[in-house]
């Protein structure tokens, strides 16, 4: 019903930038909320980035990558960037696309979507 593909992991020297997007696609009624989480190896599954797909935009960051990550949305295509500089290899990780929808076929329920995942390897 709902599919969301990420793009723009990769292989970046510490102190570098890399942008990731995700873009929704499907049976989709309405966004309420698109994020970023990272997986590293051993660790849990976290929140790095969130933002309301309303006309406020708020945002939200894990404290870690706050002033070097910025989230963003384009409402008309369904998709959600994030930006990522000054990157530290402690920002190893998989990055997976994260959304709260509504589809055509429950409107009144929010279902959780996730992408498949994409990876930010920081290193020199």
């Known amino acids: 019903q709902v599919q969301l593909v990420e793009s723009g992991g990769g292989l970046v020297q510490p102190g570098g930038s890399l942008r990731l997007s995700c873009a929704a696609s499907g049976s989709i009624f309405r966004i309420n909320a698109m994020g970023w989480y990272r997986q590293a190896p051993g660790k849990e599954r976290e929140l790095v980035a969130r933002?309301?797909?309303?006309?406020?935009?708020?945002?939200m960051y894990v404290d870690s990558v706050k002033g070097r990550f910025t989230i963003s949305k384009d409402n008309a295509k369904n998709t959600v960037s994030l930006q990522m500089s000054g990157l530290k290899p402690e920002d190893t990780a998989v990055y997976y696309c994260n959304a709260q929808i509504r589809t055509n076929y429950r409107p009144l329920s929010v279902g959780d979507y996730w992408g498949q995942g994409t990876q930010v390897t920081v290193s020199s």
């Open positions: 933002i309301t797909i309303t006309s406020a935009d708020n945002t």
